[in-house]
T-cell receptor, first 112, second 115 residues
Framework: GQQVMQIPQYQHVQEGEDFTTYCNSSTTLSNIQWYKQRPGGHPVFLIQLVKSGEVKKQKRLTFQFGEAKKNSSLHITATQTTDVGTYFCAGLNKAAGNKLTFGGGTRVLVKP | NAGVMQNPRHLVRRRGQEARLRCSPVKGHSHVYWYRQLPEEGLKFMVYLQKENIIDESGMPKERFSAEFPKEGPSILRIQQVVRGDSAAYFC?????????????FGEGSRLTVL
């Protein structure tokens, strides 16, 4: 079945630094979504990417969808303590049904 | 506007008992998804329902687990004869259409502990 993998599993970042988390799918995706889950909380939608090579920005967050629509990345600049949480990518492969397959997440810890 | 409402937020059961988790989607949403999350892990798809219909239950164990989304009332995830391995957070999510068209709105989850 479809698999979505994320690396790294854990990301320790100094406040003010940049980092990138990567998402890879075993199959070509129709779209990819990113969610953030704060500790003890629930996943909250961040963004959806649909087109090959698409890049979207939200303030300090930059999301990219690969040309082959099998991978994606999230880059955060000037990390703040409010960025703490787990970032999940979730891929939709319409051929596998209308359900999102989530990656294992990247857990971000920020050192002040 | 109320978001996705799940209850109970926390549930403790002994082995062999039944757990019943409820989910009221965002008003107007007819698509409901249930996901399971173990500590430090991702969300595992369990089941996708539309009003009165199970669309995809490929992620749900065949034994002991069932789900419904009746015409009136919340969606219910039922776990019969719970075992310790069922301890997890169960998240419900809803959407107005299929995920091809937009995001999932998640509830705050029901955290099941089996003693």
């Amino acid at each position: 079945g479809q698999q979505v993998m994320q690396i790294p599993q854990y990301q320790h970042v100094q406040e003010g630094e940049d980092f990138t988390t990567y998402c890879n799918s075993s199959t070509t995706l129709s779209n990819i979504q990113w969610y953030k889950q704060r500790p003890g909380g629930h996943p909250v939608f961040l963004i959806q990417l649909v087109k090959s090579g698409e890049v979207k920005k939200q303030k300090r967050l930059t999301f990219q969808f690969g040309e082959a629509k099998k991978n994606s990345s999230l880059h955060i600049t000037a990390t703040q303590t409010t960025d703490v949480g787990t970032y999940f990518c979730a891929g939709l492969n319409k051929a596998a049904g209308n359900k999102l397959t989530f990656g294992g997440g990247t857990r971000v810890l920020v050192k002040p | 506007n109320a978001g996705v409402m799940q209850n109970p937020r926390h549930l403790v059961r002994r082995r062999g008992q039944e757990a019943r988790l409820r989910c009221s989607p965002v008003k107007g949403h007819s698509h409901v998804y249930w996901y399971r999350q173990l500590p430090e892990e991702g969300l595992k798809f369990m089941v996708y329902l539309q009003k009165e219909n199970i669309i995809d239950e490929s992620g749900m164990p065949k034994e002991r687990f069932s789900a419904e989304f009746p015409k009136e009332g919340p969606s219910i995830l039922r776990i019969q004869q719970v075992v310790r391995g069922d301890s997890a957070a169960y998240f419900c999510a809803s959407s107005p259409g299929t995920v091809n068209t937009g995001e999932l709105f998640f509830g705050e989850g029901s955290r099941l502990t089996v003693l």
